[in-house]
């Protein structure tokens, strides 16, 4: 497991919406939210298959459902990642550990 963590309620969340080049701030409370996200768990796994046989063992009861969503990776956007973006993304990659490690 590489990360997990609770969210807060939609009462202290804030949506943006874009509309072409314009960005709309909207505040929570979301009451027309048909489905919620209360949290979330990143592992590092070798397929979906993996990550299915360890959620098996998760602590859930009472018709909890989760979706599990795998995270893109660089290999995911083949040519369309060009090596001037490849670059980009590795240099933000290392500022944001920097970040994580200071």
Do not use: C, N
């Not at 018709?63 to 893109?72: D, Q």
Request: glycine fraction near 10%; avoid cysteine.
């Amino acid at each position: 497991m590489l990360d997990g963590q609770g969210l807060t309620p939609t009462s202290k969340a804030k949506r943006v919406k874009f509309e072409g080049g314009k960005r709309t701030v909207i505040d929570g409370p979301f009451a027309e939210s048909k489905e919620l996200i209360a949290g979330y768990w990143i592992w590092q796994v070798r397929s979906i298959e993996e990550a299915i046989e360890w959620l098996k063992g998760a602590p859930f009861d009472g018709g909890v459902e989760v979706t599990l969503r795998p995270i893109f990776e660089p290999a995911d956007f083949d040519e369309r990642l060009t090596p001037e973006l490849r670059d980009q993304d590795e240099k933000l990659r290392a500022a944001i550990e920097g970040q994580r490690r200071s």
